[in-house]
């Protein structure tokens, strides 16, 4: 009986594969009158040879019932299937026969070819790799019962994209260089995909593999070459022409990667000459000029470098020219095509309308550090964000500037041609967008397994944005998880703030119960409230001096049954460095990003204490702007090097820098908890 049932169901499977594909392939039959003297030839249907394998598997087992035989003809025509990019059918195969086989070889091949076509349908979805349907370490169980010699080399080439999703790139490029001839189906362009991942592992991995072959020396050779911080963009380009002469032959020497070939398109000169836009003028002049303090702060640095450890370099000279703070005319009269064309870079402006004026000039890009990003429609600007507070973070601050940062996008006409081939173009923006610390922190808090958290708010301009933000990443993060967006506490004063927490918690509803239990008796109820148990965080978009109310309201409104802590997670908009052991104490519990300059680590710094001596102390929204100057003109100096090699980056006062796909620069900011009436840093570099 058992031989007759699995006869049916192999017969089914392959009658509804091979209707499947006569259907994708036979022509409709018309009922039509012959007409006289002409002739159709008949169509054949033609099987491809998946389908010729499925009407020999069903043959053979009609023939000598030979189960084996019949499944190496079914996994046979599953490659074919896998081998033509129909997964999805070969998926029906395995999933039927799989739990018939009982050859150790079928079996191991079997698990081979699902685990392959998981990462191929995973490839071809273009989903993130947090949205894999299959668990990674549940592929890498189906790979553990695979040793049979003719599977060992598709083996491997899985065990290295495995080891990429899960972000070992020095496993994954160690097993990728050994197996690049190995006849493996993700082995597509994997010249060019073990370059992407040599850059991301680790210098001592890149110096072994370098060593080990001739081949895997080209690898290494280029990486240096890109990575010297020494060489200037002209002579590293001469340097990457001479290793083209070295490996004429290489793979990637005949097909370039895309930002070495972007690279080598640029014409690029030695910077002698650097003009610096800013409002050094009008009623933004304070913000400018503290930028302009932090671009000469780094400026003598560089000065200091070049007397010191080569004094042949070319010293460039800088010049500040005042765009004033209004946003229909300049105030310098050399902020002019023909006047800005006398310089070798340009860093600036700051506004962003007149980073749009600047841009209309139609400057050689390879030239442009702006130090604000477009967007297609302005932003309503919050009157409560005031310009001349130094108490409010840099983001407010920028706000009202009209978007010393910004998050938004260039208009979409930009956008779609930066789509096809971002780094072909090579303007740079430069902003401190309040969007991007958002997106870092909903990183951070999944990382840390948070799964519930509840946003509160100031309900001001800038909040909403990373609002906004935050809550269309974390979306994204949690997509398998289908979860709704986190509910929004807003307020505007210290009552206001207590009544949306505690009704957020559910306290409310529970001291609601508390009276009407108590309606019912004369006697005395003693009660406690209860709290809800699912919120596991509090994300603050509010300023420095609100989330130090936050901390006592939310104690008084978690249950005495509750032990375990609720964490707040916070942006720069909320902390500032200046805090007295009554702030640490009411502020424990939160996690901040910030910039490092801010960072108890570089508080202690010589250029720390010497920037506190110049300027008596000045608050956190003074030390941001310094920062972001001081890393401005480090960025120039390295603009095409990290504009056309992703995997490097610059370690600033603001963050480590690097330049993404749509050309602007991203910051990666490190972390800091308050606690034990101390901040200790627990991220970042």
């Known amino acids: 009986m058992n031989g007759i049932f699995n006869l049916r169901t192999y017969l089914s499977v392959i009658f509804i594969l091979v209707f499947l594909a006569s259907c994708a392939s036979q022509p409709k039959v018309v009922d039509k009158k012959p007409v006289e003297k002409e002739s159709k030839p008949t169509k054949e249907v033609t099987l491809n040879n998946a389908e010729l394998a499925l009407k020999k598997a069903e043959s053979e087992w009609l023939k000598n019932r030979d189960i084996n035989q019949r ?25 039927n026969i799989e739990p018939f086989l009982e050859d150790p070889l079928q079996q191991q091949y079997s698990s ?49 994209h495995l080891a990429a999703l899960h972000e070992r790139w020095d496993l994954a490029t160690n097993v990728l260089s050994q197996q690049l001839r190995a006849d493996s189906p993700l082995n597509q362009q994997q010249e060019q995909l073990l370059w992407k991942w040599f850059l991301k592992s680790s210098k001592s991995t890149q110096n072994t593999l370098g060593r080990s072959s001739e081949f895997m020396r080209a690898y290494s050779s280029l990486a240096n070459i890109l990575e010297d911080e020494n060489l200037t963009d002209s002579s590293r380009q001469q340097a990457i022409q001479y290793w083209q002469q070295q490996y004429p032959t290489h793979p990637i020497s005949v097909s370039l990667p895309e930002g070495v070939r972007g690279y080598l398109d640029q014409k690029l000169k030695e910077v002698r000459n650097i003009a610096v836009l800013l409002p050094l003028s009008g009623r933004v002049q304070v913000q400018g000029d503290a930028i302009k303090q932090g671009i000469m702060a780094a400026y003598f640095a560089k000065l200091e470098n070049i007397n010191k450890n080569n004094p042949g370099q070319v010293i460039p000279n800088i010049t500040f020219l005042d765009t004033g703070s209004e946003n ?216 420095p001096q609100q989330v130090e109310l936050l901390n006592p309201i939310i104690e008084a409104s978690i249950s005495l049954f509750t032990e375990r802590t609720i964490p707040v997670f916070a942006t720069s908009y909320s902390y500032q460095h200046q805090l007295n052991k009554n702030s640490i104490r009411d502020l424990r519990n939160l996690v901040f990003v910030d910039m490092p300059f801010l960072m108890p680590k ?81 991220g970042g570099f």
């Open 71 to 95: 499944n190496a003809l079914l996994l046979a025509a599953a490659q074919d299937f896998q081998t033509g990019g129909e997964c999805g059918r070969a998926d029906i195969i395995i999933a």
């Open 112 to 160: 081979l070819l699902k685990a392959e076509c998981v990462l191929i349908q995973h490839y071809a979805s273009g989903l993130s790799n947090e949205l894999i349907p299959t668990p990674i370490d549940t592929m890498i169980g189906w790979l553990a019962s695979i040793t049979a010699d003719p599977l060992i080399s598709r083996k491997e080439v899985l065990i290295a």
């Open 328 to 543: 229909n005319a300049f105030v310098s009269d050399k902020i002019t095509p023909e006047g800005l064309m006398e310089f070798d870079i340009v860093i600036g402006p700051l506004l962003r309308d007149h980073v749009t004026k600047v841009k209309s000039f139609n400057l050689p890009e390879s030239m442009m550090v702006y130090l604000n990003r477009l967007s297609a429609s302005s932003k309503q600007i919050d009157k409560a964000d005031s310009i001349n507070s130094d108490d409010l973070a840099i983001a407010n601050l920028e706000e009202e500037l009209s978007g010393i940062i910004d998050g938004s996008t260039e208009p979409s006409s930009e956008n779609s041609s930066a789509a096809v081939d971002a780094r072909e173009t090579a303007k740079v923006y430069f902003a401190l967008a309040p969007e991007d610390e958002a997106i870092q922190l909903a990183n951070l808090m999944k990382k840390r397994g948070v799964r519930t958290p509840i946003i509160i708010s100031n309900d001001s301009s800038v909040s909403r944005r990373m609002i906004d933000s935050f809550n269309q990443h974390w979306i994204a993060l949690n997509g398998i998880d289908d979860i709704t967006p986190p509910k929004i506490v807003t307020f505007s004063d210290n009552k206001g703030l207590r009544i949306g927490i505690t009704a957020a918690l559910d306290v409310l509803q529970s001291q609601r119960r508390i009276r009407q239990m108590s309606s019912l008796t004369t006697e005395t109820v003693h009660s406690v409230t209860r709290n809800r148990r699912d919120v596991d965080a509090f994300v603050v978009f509010a300023l």
């Open 602 to 682: 570089q508080r202690n710094s010589e250029l720390a204490k010497l920037v506190d001596l110049s300027w008596n102390e000045p608050p956190s929204s003074f030390l941001r702007l310094f920062a972001f100057g001081y890393d401005a003109f480090q960025f120039s100096e390295q603009m095409q090097q990290l504009a056309y090699f992703s995997h490097t980056d610059l370690k600033g006062l603001s963050g480590k820098l690097s330049v993404n796909s749509a050309r602007q620069v991203t910051r990666s900011l490190p972390s800091a908890v308050i606690e034990n009436d101390s901040i200790t840093q627990v």
